[in-house]
């Protein structure tokens, strides 16, 4: 059996090189990552003057550095990837994308729905004023006042198309430029109940006007 | 040296492998893309990761084949490849940063296409030419109980402890696994020794092999079958979320059990079916099934009688997975170009699996799923009466002899 010994050897010459490449090689990829620029709030719509821009405080026309604003502790968290947990604590899946528009407040929350080890889950677009965020929490950062039985029917989320979202009222999504700013709009949230014991209250149509630019940007 | 006792164990060996191969496969499955949303990942960056891995994947089929043809030592081969799948499982649950997923996933991509032709090219160094179809059949029963395995095992894990947890375990289900290859080194001089090694014998020429009419029929059959079957379960199970999404998650957890269950059962017996009367019926059969299935899909839209219909899905599965290895060694076994030949077969595979997902998705957006799913179903059965008049039988004389 002494032909067996060279196999062996080379064996283990093959993995210790191979992990010494790969863990090396990857040694930058952590500082990468945490260098990454900030995303961008919300997409900037190209060749739309009309719409006046969103009010803002600007910063002074010299370059002065920001002053960084420490937030509370745990009063701000990352919602990306985040578990979403229902009524009763049923998983409702993962938090994939916010959805903003043009002042950038956020309309809605994609979230990757159902399915096992990864097959059958579909993409869902859920009125931001149904969820509710709970930084510092560990165990339940976000949860939705929805059960799954409410998802029925839902319509799949494509980024390619203007999103049908669930939960929106059949009021006009609060973006509308062509309604003047008038002061007192009605207040916009419709408030989430838990007990609705329908499917999906409102499923909005496709609305006509500008599509909430989704925040995504790719990882490199 | 007592050859009996090393062949058994060998048999054993090629069992357990078998079975801890399929485990760990079932880690690098889509649930990657769960555990990259849960690491912050968006859309776009899990997309690419993914599409490297899939492009890795179908560029080292015929290389990848190669250099497992090129040497007679197909048990280091399987060991290599395991420990490189430890890595890339270590590497997903470490670094899940976007150079080190790509990373991983190109290896992965490479050592999958190392790792399957080197498993088969050791059945048929165990067993010889005559007797690989019921070799075959247990390798199917091990690997579909260990997707089963594996599937209910990361399923929990991933459910109570987290996604990242998913990969550890992979990287420690790869030990046993190679620890199984162990008995299987007395192959390596048994295939060393065989007819057909390039040793003994020059390997036939890359050309005479691609140019083997029965072996491009039976790429193209491979590739017709993988069309219309990678798209079918993702677009079933994505309107079973749509409409029962309060039990989705358990209904499709039984869409994927019941057909490893299904094939864990027969598959032994498919193997000896081939073996016996012959391959071209299995292949049409598994055709046939594929094709019925999706006209199931397609009509029957309560998702709990669709279950049923998953019982065909371990039909053509334990048809198909015993008939690639097998068809190929039919007709390249002995050539020493066996690897290569099943890397050409993988490729066809790989083909229709991208065009499947890609073609079936943009249908799905413009005339529905049903209707998608009747197409694929209709594609599967005009495949199976292409299969029936064109596909030649490639059982060899010998084998109705011994």
């Known amino acids: 059996m002494d032909r067996f010994n060279r196999p062996r050897r080379g064996w283990v010459a093959v993995a210790a090189i191979m992990i010494g490449l790969l863990w090396g090689g990857t040694a930058t990829a952590a500082e990468d990552q945490a260098k990454r620029p900030a995303p961008a709030t919300a997409a900037q719509p190209e060749g739309q003057p009309s719409v006046q821009p969103p009010v803002q405080p600007k910063a002074p026309a010299a370059a002065k550095p920001l002053a960084p604003v420490i937030a509370p502790k745990k009063e701000a968290e990352g919602i990306l990837g985040k578990q979403v947990y229902g009524v009763n604590g049923a998983d409702m899946g993962l938090v994939t994308n916010v959805l903003v528009d043009r002042a950038g407040n956020p309309i809605a929350v994609v979230i990757d729905f159902g399915g096992f080890l990864g097959m059958g889950i579909r993409k869902i677009a859920i009125d931001w004023h149904l969820m509710r965020f709970h930084p510092g929490n560990k165990d339940k950062p976000v949860t939705l006042s929805l059960e799954k039985g409410q998802l029925k029917a ?58 909430p630019a989704a925040k995504d940007h790719p990882g490199k | 040296m007592n050859s009996t006792g090393s062949m058994r164990a060998a048999e054993r060996g090629l069992d357990v492998l078998n079975l801890f191969v399929a485990n760990v ?34 560029v080292s089929q015929i290389p990848a084949g190669a250099v497992v043809d090129m040497t007679y030592r197909k048990s280091l081969v399987a060991g290599v490849s395991l420990l490189a799948f430890a890595v890339c499982a270590l590497l997903f649950a470490v670094r899940p940063f976007p150079v080190t997923i790509y990373l991983a996933e190109i ?30 059949g247990r390798n199917a029963r091990f690997s579909s109980v260990g997707n089963a395995m594996g599937a209910a095992l990361m399923g929990a894990v991933g459910y109570y402890l987290s996604s990242r947890s998913v990969f550890f375990l992979a990287a420690a289900l790869t030990f046993p696994a ?52 990678a798209a079918m379960l993702p677009l079933a199970s994505g309107s079973i979320t749509e409409e029962m999404p309060s039990i989705a998650n358990l209904l499709i957890a039984a869409f994927i059990m019941l057909p490893q269950a299904v094939v864990a059962i027969i598959s032994p017996r498919i193997g000896d079916y081939a073996h016996s009367r012959g391959r071209r019926i ?75 997902t890609t073609v079936a998705g943009v249908l799905a957006d413009h005339i529905g799923e049903p209707l998608t799913l009747l197409g694929l179903g209709v594609t599967a059965l005009a495949s199976a009466v292409f299969a029936w008049l064109v596909m030649p039988e490639t059982r060899s004389a010998a084998e109705s002899r011994s």
């Not at chain 1, 494509?158 to 006009?172: E, F």
């Not at chain 1, 062509?178 to 149509?205: G, H, I």
């Not at chain 2, 490479?110 to 070799?135: D, Q, Y």
């Open chain 1, 154 to 211: 839902a319509p799949t989320y494509d980024p390619d198309k203007p999103p049908r979202i669930v939960g929106t009222s059949a009021a006009p999504t609060p973006a509308k430029p062509a309604t003047p700013p008038t002061a007192a709009q009605p207040a916009k949230s419709p408030t989430p109940t838990a007990t609705k014991p329908s499917p999906p209250a409102a499923v909005t149509p496709p609305t006509p006007t500008p599509a």
């Open chain 2, 25 to 58: 496969q079932t880690g690098f499955g889509p649930f990657i893309a769960v555990y990259l949303t849960t690491r912050g990942w968006t859309q776009t960056s899990i997309g690419l990761a993914l599409s490297v891995g899939t492009i890795a994947a179908m």
């Open chain 2, 107 to 136: 290896l992965h991509g490479f050592s999958s296409c190392t790792l399957g032709p080197s498993v088969a090219a050791m059945s048929l160094a165990l067993v010889g030419s005559a007797k690989l179809g019921p070799r075959l």
């Open chain 2, 178 to 229: 190679i620890a199984a290859i162990w008995p299987l080194r007395a192959l390596d001089a048994r295939a060393h020794a065989a007819p057909g090694h390039r040793t003994n014998r020059r390997p036939i020429s890359i050309y005479r092999l691609v140019l083997d009419r029965r072996l491009l029929i039976f790429a193209v059959c491979a590739m017709l079958f993988t069309f219309s079957n």
């Open chain 2, 282 to 356: 299995l292949l049409v059969v598994a055709l046939a099934a594929l094709g019925i299935r999706g006209l199931l899909f397609a009509a029957v839209h309560a998702p709990v009688y669709l279950i049923p219909v998953q019982l065909l899905d371990g039909i053509s599965a334990a048809c198909f997975g015993i008939l690639v290895p097998l068809v190929t060694a039919d007709l390249a076994g002995q050539s020493g170009r066996y690897s290569f030949a099943l890397g050409l077969v993988g490729f066809a595979i790989g083909i229709g699996a991208t065009v499947s």
